[in-house]
């Protein structure tokens, strides 16, 4: 029988070049991807002093780096971004904290801006000389406008909506974001639905109808 010789893995300490502090030469400690003169392939600043690094300029670029992220959530991209990313990160908050019910999307972004692709093309054989950005409720043109220093700011954002924006609508309340039950509309039409049902709506059509017989 072969004798088998034990070893020992032995892992070589890497000083952080910002704090000195010496910290096992790992991703846990340092990030990956250093200069080309590294010869492990780590940065040279631990991950914690990059971190502060990080902080202390956003702090002390915070106006102009506001300015360039306000310019960016202005456009197409950057708004529709916003908004779609949106309804995946609330659907990872805890319910407990938020004190509210949380949509856990079952469908992927992809699958969002495909759907928002068709929704698009339904429009254009709609509205033939437009470029299919219209509300599905309302057939109003939607805009992609965001107030300096409002984003991620909770309910000031909506106490400051503007209603002609685009927003992703679940069609029935009661259901998740999922195939058949998003709806690209504007913000104001979202507002004034709301958590109103679908069988809420029938409900609000027939007495409506009574009331306006001839």
């Known amino acids: 029988m072969t004798n088998v010789v034990p070893f020992t893995v032995i892992i070589a300490n890497k000083s952080c070049t910002k704090c000195k502090e010496e910290f096992p030469a790992t991703s846990k400690y340092f990030w990956k991807g250093g200069s080309k003169k590294s010869k492990l392939g780590l940065s ?48 990872r908050k805890d319910p407990i904290k938020t004190k509210r019910k949380i949509w856990v999307p079952i469908i992927t972004k992809d ?62 309340t009661t259901l998740t974001y999922q195939k058949g039950n998003i709806v690209f509309c504007c913000q104001g039409c979202n507002n004034r639905k709301n958590q109103v049902r679908i069988e809420d709506m029938v409900n609000i059509m027939n007495v409506w109808m009574e009331r306006n017989r001839t």
Not at 51 to 72: E, H, Q
Not at 140 to 155: D, M
């Open 111 to 172: 699958e969002i801006y495909h759907l928002l692709n068709l929704h698009y093309q339904h429009m254009k054989k709609i509205f033939p000389e437009s470029d299919g950005r219209f509300c599905s409720y309302c057939r109003q043109p939607w805009t992609y406008i965001r107030r300096l220093g409002t984003r991620n700011q909770g309910k000031q954002v909506r106490k400051q909506s503007i209603e002609t924006n685009f927003s992703v609508d679940r069609l029935d």
């Open 44 to 91: 040279s600043w631990c991950i914690k002093c990059d971190r502060m690094r990080g902080r202390v300029y956003k702090y002390k670029n915070a106006t102009r780096l506001a300015k360039s992220n306000n310019i960016y959530i202005n456009t197409e991209t950057g708004y529709q971004k916003d908004i779609i990313n949106g309804i995946f990160s609330r659907g």
